[in-house]
C-alpha cells in the first residue's frame, strides 16, 4: 500500500510529480486554481486529483488559503534570492538585470502551471496573503535597484526618462502571454532571452546582447538553487 508523507495510506497509486505529498497537493491545486478558477475550486477536488483522502492533506495545509498562499510565495521567493545573489555576485549592473529578468521570466515561462495568473485573483487582496504582496513589493523594489544602476551604466540620451518599473513589468508580461498562447494553442513568443533583452533596451541599451546574455548565463549557472 501507498502511502502519503504523513505515513497515511493513498486512495490510489501516485498522480502527480513530486517528491512528497506536499508537493503533490500544490501540484494539483495549482492545475485546478488555473484551470478551474479559485473560488471553482474544493479541497475535496484537490485530494481526489493526489489520489489522498482530504484528511490526509490537511495534515500539510490547513486551509485552501494556504495551498494558494504557498504557490503565490513560490513564485517570488526564488527571485528575491536571485536578486540578493546577484547583488552580492555580480559587479556589472547591466549583466546583473539581464541575469535577474533572465531567470524571473524562466522560471514564470517553465512552471508546469501559469502561476502568476493567479496574482489576480481578488482574494489575494486580503491580508491573509499580505505576506505575498510584502515579498512582491521587495522583488519590485529590487528590480528598481538593478535598473537604476544599469540606466546610470548605460547612461543613453534617453535613459532619465524610463521608469525604473518597467523590467519587472517587462517580465510579468509572460503571464499574461502565456494565458493568451494557451487561449489560441500556440506557444508564447515572450521567450525569457527576448524578456531580458527587452529589459535592457527600455533601460537604453543600443548595442547587441550576445556577449551580456552570454554572462548572464554563466552567472547563474553559478548561482546554487535555494
Not at 95 to 110: E, K, S
Request: with cysteine; hydrophobic share 45%.
Amino acid at each position: 500500500m501507498t502511502t502519503t508523507g504523513a505515513g497515511r495510506p493513498r486512495l490510489s497509486t501516485r498522480k502527480r510529480p513530486g517528491a512528497t505529498a506536499r508537493e503533490e497537493i500544490l501540484d494539483a491545486a495549482a492545475e485546478l486554481f488555473t484551470t478551474r478558477g479559485f473560488t471553482g475550486t474544493s479541497t475535496r477536488m484537490i485530494a481526489d486529483a493526489v489520489g489522498i483522502r482530504q484528511a490526509s492533506m490537511y495534515h500539510h495545509f490547513a486551509t485552501k488559503d494556504d495551498i494558494l498562499a504557498a504557490l503565490l510565495l513560490g513564485t517570488v521567493a526564488a527571485p528575491v534570492e536571485c536578486a540578493e545573489q546577484l547583488r552580492r555576485d555580480c559587479e556589472d549592473p547591466v549583466v546583473g538585470m539581464y541575469a535577474l529578468a533572465l531567470f524571473d521570466a524562466g522560471q514564470l515561462v517553465a512552471s508546469r502551471w501559469n502561476l502568476g495568473a493567479l496574482y489576480l485573483l481578488p482574494e489575494v487582496t486580503t491580508e491573509r496573503f499580505a505576506e505575498f504582496r510584502g515579498l512582491r513589493a521587495d522583488l519590485m523594489a529590487r528590480y528598481a535597484a538593478f535598473a537604476h544602476d544599469a540606466r546610470d551604466a548605460i547612461a543613453g540620451p534617453d535613459c532619465g526618462s524610463v521608469p525604473l518599473e518597467l523590467p519587472f513589468r517587462l517580465v510579468e508580461a509572460t503571464i499574461s502571454s502565456r494565458s493568451d498562447a494557451a487561449v489560441h494553442d500556440t506557444t508564447s513568443p515572450l521567450t525569457p532571452d527576448a524578456v531580458a533583452d527587452a529589459a535592457l533596451r527600455a533601460l537604453g541599451w543600443t548595442g547587441p546582447t550576445d556577449e551580456i546574455a552570454r554572462r548572464a548565463t554563466a552567472l547563474l549557472d553559478r548561482i546554487p538553487e535555494s
